[in-house]
């Protein structure tokens, strides 16, 4: 079956049938259970399997096979005149594979999709040639051809939809298996949709392409809902649509062309406002819309906390609590991070460097508040980066203090206001304006000058 996925032209065949015979494995057999042909297909159709009998018919196939030689051309020949020959052969769904195999290596699609057909109706169970027929019937575009292709696709949505996890390898966990079903049904209904609106069932087509979209987002189906909302005239739901798929263009796959998809957007964007004006600003809150890590948005934490000695932090990674109330009265030092900063990896080093000049004095903490708004990401991070300083989840102090850009340090003196404050840092000076500021920090509110605080170590 993989050599006839490589044969064909679209694409959609290309991204879905080996992930689909991957997740239903063997049960994708014909009757005979053998599956689609691959290189070899010749010596299969002339495997000799039949009784004594049908051995002049197994003879005559064999010859016919051996005198096609290397030559695709000369086999489909070949194989036709067996056909006509014994039109009742047992060998037919075999045979048929072998003229499916063939015709798409000489770029016969039609007559491809003929053979996949007739290997459909003698093996209805057959799904992989189920899905080869309807792209090979979508492909030469007739209308009779698309509408057996909807029927077949009906056909195997509900196979799939049939499918329990019993049936899985058991190489294959419950959970890998429950993505998969997800996603064949997404790339199913996908299908279904797109043949529906090219047979113009407008409402069944989006119907069937917005499930596939709730299932999965991907570009293949935004666009599609695209095209229709600016058949409609909607032009806010289309430029709502097209962003969505120009997003998910370079994520997702599926035949998506992000260029045109950038030359529908940008069509209908100047349809409704008149120039391009604030499009770029558009695609950015909705790739910040789709970016929202899966389980969906953060609790919002600490809400009703206006000062930074009323929250309660979390320690990371086991999410015990760190109130800050324990703190009031300390010098606090915060370096705000996320895990997916480069420049908040290389802060680290200078900033436990700084926190063990101060080791020695109780009343100063230094803690590193991570910010990622998908917190599974910093258990693996910690493990792998081992950071120094006491790890705390941000919690909403980051919000309170207007952070938004990484890494940022904040120095709290006793009473929680900001005593210090720099967003970046330069790896030469850092350590030095740190440290100075906390020093400074003590120095004011002791009343002892500039004089380094009792038990601090001197800057390097």
């Not at 015709?103 to 169970?125: C, F, G, H, M, S």
């Not at 792209?135 to 056909?155: C, H, I, K, P, V």
């Not at 802060?347 to 700084?354: G, K, S």
């Not at 350590?431 to 170590?457: M, Q, V, Y």
């Amino acid at each position: 079956m993989r050599s006839m996925a490589k044969s064909a032209a679209s694409p959609f065949f290309l991204i879905f049938l080996p992930l689909f015979l991957a997740h239903h494995g063997p049960t994708l057999q014909n009757g005979n259970g053998q599956g689609a042909p691959a290189n070899g297909t010749s010596a299969s159709v002339a495997k000799q399997t039949g009784s004594p009998k049908s051995s002049s018919e197994n003879e005559d196939l064999q010859h016919a096979v051996e005198r096609s030689g290397n030559d695709s051309a000369a086999l489909v020949h070949n194989l036709e005149d067996f056909l006509q020959k014994y039109p009742q052969s047992h060998q037919r769904p075999r045979i048929y594979r072998a003229l499916v195999e063939a015709n798409l290596k000489l770029r016969e699609a039609a007559r491809a999709a003929d053979y996949a057909e007739r290997i459909v109706a003698l093996t209805p169970e057959d799904m992989a040639m189920t899905i080869l027929a309807i792209q090979l019937l979508e492909g030469n575009g007739d209308e009779a051809g698309l509408r057996r292709a909807l029927s077949y696709s009906t056909r195997v949505l509900d196979y799939v939809r049939r499918s329990t996890a019993d049936e899985k390898s058991p190489k294959v966990s419950k959970e890998e298996w429950e993505a998969e079903q997800k996603r064949d049904q997404m790339t199913i209904l996908l299908l279904r949709g797109r043949l529906a609106l090219k047979l113009h069932y407008a409402s069944a087509a989006e119907a069937d392409l917005v499930s596939s979209y709730a299932l999965l987002p991907n570009a293949a189906a935004a666009e599609k809902l695209g095209e229709i909302a600016e058949l409609k005239k909607d032009l806010p739901r289309a430029i709502k649509e097209y962003a969505r798929a120009f997003v998910l263009s370079d994520t997702t796959g599926g035949g998506a062309n992000r260029r045109e998809i950038r030359q529908k957007l940008g069509n209908v964007w100047r349809l409704a406002r008149g120039s391009e004006a604030g499009l770029g600003e558009y695609l950015l809150l909705t790739y910040d819309e789709l970016a929202q890590p899966a389980h969906g948005p953060a609790a919002i934490r600490n809400p009703g906390a206006k000062e930074p000695y009323d929250f309660t932090l979390r320690k990371a990674p086991d999410n015990s609590a760190f109130p800050l109330t324990h703190q009031k009265g300390k010098i606090v030092v915060v370096n705000f991070w996320a895990t997916w900063c480069g420049p908040c990896r290389a802060m680290e080093p200078h900033f436990a460097r700084v926190a063990a000049q101060f080791q020695g004095i109780q009343d100063i903490v230094f803690l590193a508040a991570d910010c990622d708004e998908d917190e599974t990401l910093v258990p693996a991070y910690l493990e792998r980066e081992k950071p120094r300083t006491t790890v705390v989840y941000a919690d909403g102090l980051d919000r309170l203090l207007a952070v938004n850009s990484f890494p940022t340090l904040v120095v709290l003196d006793r009473l929680g206001k900001i005593a210090y404050r720099a967003e970046g840092f330069d790896p030469d000076a850092v350590e030095k304006e740190l440290s100075d500021a906390i020093r400074r920090t003590l120095s004011a509110e002791n009343g002892a000058g500039e004089k380094p605080a009792s038990g601090a170590r001197p800057a390097p």
